[in-house]
């Protein structure tokens, strides 16, 4: 059976009855794992082969681990990290951050890839901008453009050495937005020349990025009758003028810059262009509505899924060695995290 065009997120740590009959049935793409599915190593590496085993194969399974202000993996069983632009801001020239993105990135896939875990939702491109609403804030890569691209492409090369994919996000730019999607609708009323000139930069340069992930955020100079996730003027936006041709997920379609019944957020993101659409709350009657709208995958979005999928691979590697790597190269320390793994 084909695989249906979502990702699901899960309740709780394990997999209820219900959710493996679910899942065996609608056979998501992937799955998304958060903080409620987290507790120890055994568990999670547990929750992905059970998820796996309810839809006969390896599916991908998503996290959101950034490091620092977003990490849904976090000591004592894993590796603390701070801020990625505050480990930026401390280094004293862009090969040194470069050099520490890379091991950053490749430390956390050594954790993802002992768990199971074989896709994680970085690097955030977007380019921060003054009086924009804090959630973007410190987990920017940079302060320009010119950062957010180099030190984007050096965060997903650590992801994809370890073997696992990055998603690239949030296209085609979060950084001036004035509400957090989570909570409300942003709107972004900056000049075409603007976003061209700022916004879309980090993105046409990671253009060839395998996964991608809309922004929920009207832009007037774009479409300003939708969000970019429900916009084929923004989507066509994404594949023609950026460049882009991965596989395209929405963002959460269970946040509150959506409204509506989730199966017409469905159709509306499946038509603008999305290939896959991403709910994450794990809640049944939400994902039992999606599916009855979801199509299994087809077409082009098949062949994007492939290519993504063939990149993933099983790297043996210490998260340890390569973290004291990477703080040798920063002047951090890990000996309470390094007890912590011990």
């Known amino acids: 059976m084909a695989e249906r065009a979502v990702i699901f997120g899960t309740s709780g740590t394990e997999l209820s009855l219900e959710e493996r009959s679910f899942f065996a049935e609608t056979q998501p793409w992937g799955f998304i794992l958060f903080s409620r599915n987290i507790d120890t190593p055994d568990q999670v590496r547990t929750l992905c082969a059970?998820?796996?085993?309810?839809?006969?194969?390896?599916?991908?399974?998503?996290?959101d681990q950034e490091g620092g202000r977003v990490a849904r993996l976090r000591p004592p069983h894993w590796l603390?990290?701070?801020?990625?632009r505050n480990l930026a801001d401390g280094l004293p020239d862009e090969i040194a951050v470069m050099q520490a993105l890379r091991f950053r990135y490749r430390t956390i896939a050594a954790e993802l890839t002992e768990l199971g875990i074989d896709v994680n939702c970085v690097p955030?491109?977007?380019?921060?901008?003054?009086?924009?609403?804090?959630?973007?804030?410190d987990r920017a890569l940079g302060w320009t453009a010119a950062e957010v691209a180099l030190r984007g492409r050096e965060a997903a090369a650590g992801l994809l050495e370890g073997g696992?994919?990055?998603?690239?996000k949030h296209l085609p730019g979060h950084g001036r937005a004035l509400h957090d999607s989570h909570e409300d609708l942003p709107r972004v009323s900056a000049r075409i020349e603007d976003l061209r000139a700022t916004d879309f930069l980090p993105f046409l340069a990671m253009r060839d990025a395998a996964l991608g992930m809309?922004?929920?955020?009207?832009?007037?100079?774009?479409?300003?009758?939708?969000?970019?996730t429900l916009s084929p003027i923004a989507v066509r936006l994404i594949r023609e003028e950026i460049g882009f041709d991965g596989l395209l997920m929405t963002d959460d379609i269970s946040m509150k810059a959506l409204t509506g019944p989730m199966a017409g957020r469905v159709e509306q993101a499946l038509a603008a262009g999305c290939d896959l659409i991403l709910h994450c709350n794990g809640e049944m009657a939400e994902m039992v509505e999606i599916a009855s709208v979801a199509p299994h995958l087809s077409g082009e979005a098949v062949q994007r899924s492939?290519?993504?999928?063939?990149?993933?691979?099983?790297?043996?590697?210490?998260p340890i060695?390569?973290?004291k790597a990477h703080d040798a190269l920063t002047g951090a320390t890990v000996i309470q995290e390094v007890a912590a793994h011990g």
């Not at 059970?50 to 996290?63: E, F, K, M, S």
């Not at 603390?80 to 990625?84: F, L, Y």
């Not at 955030?124 to 804090?134: F, G, I």
């Open 50 to 63: 059970d998820l796996r085993a309810a839809v006969g194969r390896h599916a991908p399974i998503l996290i």
């Open 80 to 84: 603390g990290w701070e801020p990625v």
């Open 214 to 228: 809309t922004a929920h955020i009207t832009y007037d100079a774009i479409d300003p009758t939708a969000c970019a």
């Open 164 to 168: 696992v994919l990055p998603v690239i």
């Open 306 to 318: 492939d290519r993504a999928l063939a990149l993933r691979r099983s790297v043996d590697a210490d």
């Open 321 to 323: 060695a390569l973290r």
């Open 124 to 137: 955030l491109l977007d380019v921060p901008q003054p009086n924009a609403h804090p959630i973007i804030g």
